[in-house]
Every structure is written in structure tokens, then in C-alpha cells.
């Protein structure tokens, strides 16, 4: 099952706490219940729903001086074939200025353009 399909199964509070996750780049769990307004139990199993979906990652750690854990959201594959054409790279990528009349454009262009769907 794929990341969006996971994702679209989610509640409205797993939803909710995985954007908070993802936009704060990672949050100690007693925050995180604290930030969605919901109670710390609530919080604890939301945030071991998304554990188990493979969205975030929860490492134990001491915070305030107390035992928590640490959520972050989980790496992403990354989906690079929209910058290939064939095995070639887009020239796009890494250029601040692109040629547009320039070889490597061209030829990326026709890989793209005899690709195989």
C-alpha cells in the first residue's frame, strides 16, 4: 500500500497529528497531545497509529526530565522518474540557467518523447 493510500485512511486526528509532525520537522510526544488538544492517552495512541502505518518514527527519549518519546516523520522514497527521460537525467536539475536550444535539452527531450508508457 502506498504512502497517499495510507494517508487516506487516516482519521481526522491521525491526519492532523501527522501534518503537526510534519510541520514542525519532529515534536516531543507531551507536546504533541498538547498541540492537537486531545488528552495524553489519546495522543499515545495516535501517535502508535502512525508508528504503525510506517508515517512517523518515535525514539524514547527524556524531556523536561520526564520519559517520552520523539516523533518525526518517516524518510519518504523519493520518485525520481519524472526527471528521467530513458537513463538520462533532465538538464534541468542543478542549472540556474537552461539553454533551451542546447544539445542536452534536445536529446533529453526526444528520450522523453520516444519513451515507452
Not at 52 to 68: A, C, K, M, P
Not at 71 to 80: Q, T
Amino acid at each position: 500500500m502506498s504512502a497517499s493510500e495510507i494517508e487516506s485512511d487516516l482519521s481526522a486526528d491521525e491526519r492532523a497529528g501527522l501534518e503537526l509532525i510534519r510541520e514542525t520537522g519532529g515534536i516531543h510526544q507531551s507536546d504533541f497531545w498538547k498541540n492537537l488538544d486531545v488528552s495524553s492517552r489519546k495522543g499515545s495512541r495516535i501517535a502508535e497509529a502512525l508508528e504503525e502505518s510506517g508515517l512517523i518514527q518515535r525514539e524514547d527519549t527524556v524531556y523536561d526530565g520526564h520519559n517520552t518519546y520523539y516523533l518525526e516523520p518517516a524518510p519518504r522514497d523519493l520518485d525520481f522518474s519524472l526527471l528521467m527521460a530513458d537513463d538520462m537525467l533532465s538538464p534541468f536539475i542543478g542549472e540556474e540557467e537552461v539553454d533551451a536550444q542546447a544539445d542536452a535539452f534536445s536529446q533529453w527531450m526526444m528520450n522523453l518523447a520516444y519513451e515507452d508508457y
